[in-house]
């Protein structure tokens, strides 16, 4: 049995325990054979040698998560606790070289919240069109509404265009019911989540009454010149290559453009082939074009968010290989019947 102690100085002890100990009983539960005890200023860990050290590791962590930081979250802790070191990809909120992007209505500073975020705000600065490439919950959208909004408030730009495709994800667009706005507003809803946390509701309708903001369907840009605005097209890889081409042959010379999109949720129909892709492979390497690529590191919903898609990415790599594996054998069978025919 050992017994570690740790003496906690210089942080809220109640930020590191938690309400009701909520914090320290995430440890607990996920090391049940470990007893933990904080009194005072001290935590006393007491258990087998390698559990007992693992807790001591997380603990030591929290606290210096809390040093740099006014609390911890049950995410954060639950991260430290899987074994990922989120300090490695999180940005503080103190860190003076992260600065606000926008404030929400609410008055609470918008920030990138991790290292590939804000490489994305810093690349919107260098260049006129930028792709930003990665799975759901990293931020993608909400980061580059965030921008678009900086944008029109520094009046660098006269307009927001805010645009997706208008692709059913297994559902049927024509059974919804409504006119035509009620049936494509669903599927511009995250776009006016994002907006309607950076700004008033009344402000937002007035804005998008007079058309500063415009959010529409992807084909409503076909035979328009956007120019003088920041440009969004949303989910990006159910747009096929032409669609891509059209949206870009839009652009006026003073337009700024944000992409977004996520490769492993491609909802087009079997016989389509997302453009994004090609396009990606298409533009690299051209000047004044963009490519930031975000990964499950920069996942900041749900914890378990980030799980799913590592256990997507797994499953997927692993279907690939069997099917090359089986390619492979076919190709060599293949030859095999070649050689012995020849024979």
């Not at 607990?28 to 590791?57: F, L, M």
């Amino acid at each position: 049995m050992n017994e570690i102690i740790i003496k906690v100085e210089g942080i809220d002890l109640l930020g590191l325990l938690g309400e009701r100990n909520e914090k320290i009983d995430l440890i607990r539960n996920a090391y049940p054979n470990v007893k933990i005890t904080a009194r005072g200023d001290q935590i006393k860990i007491s258990g087998d040698e390698k559990p007992a050290y693992d807790v001591r590791r997380i603990i030591e962590k929290m606290v210096h998560v809390l040093q740099t930081e006014d609390q911890i979250s049950r995410q954060l802790v639950m991260d430290i606790i899987n074994g990922d070191n989120p300090q490695e990809y999180r940005i503080s909120e103190k860190d003076s070289s992260n600065p606000v992007i926008v404030y929400s209505r609410t008055g609470k500073p918008i920030k990138a919240k991790t290292q590939n975020q804000r490489v994305l705000v810093n690349s919107s600065i260098n260049n006129d069109i930028l792709f930003a490439i990665g799975p759901a919950g990293t931020g993608k959208t909400y980061t580059a509404v965030a921008l678009a909004v900086r944008a029109l408030k520094n009046k660098i730009v006269k307009k927001i265009i805010l645009t997706r495709p208008a692709v059913e994800a297994g559902e049927s667009l024509g059974f919804l019911p409504g006119d035509l706005k009620d049936k494509v507003d669903p599927y511009l809803r995250p776009l006016y989540d994002a907006l309607e946390d950076m700004i008033p509701r009344e402000k937002l309708a007035k804005m998008v009454e007079e058309r500063i903001i415009e959010i529409a369907p992807l084909a409503f840009m076909r035979g328009r010149t956007l120019d003088n605005a920041f440009i969004i097209l949303d989910e990006a890889q159910n747009a096929t290559t032409l669609q891509i081409k059209m949206f870009l042959t839009r652009l006026g010379p003073s337009a700024k453009c944000i992409i977004t999109g996520d490769l492993s949720q491609i909802d087009l129909p079997r016989n389509q082939q997302s453009g994004l892709v090609r396009c990606l492979d298409i533009l690299k390497g051209i000047k004044g074009i963009g490519i930031v690529k975000l990964s499950a590191e920069d996942v900041v919903r749900h914890r378990l968010v980030k799980q799913i898609i590592l256990a997507y990415d797994k499953s997927d790599n692993e279907r690939k290989k069997a099917k090359l594996e089986k390619e492979a054998q076919k190709e060599k069978k293949e030859t095999e019947n070649k050689d012995k025919n020849k024979k």
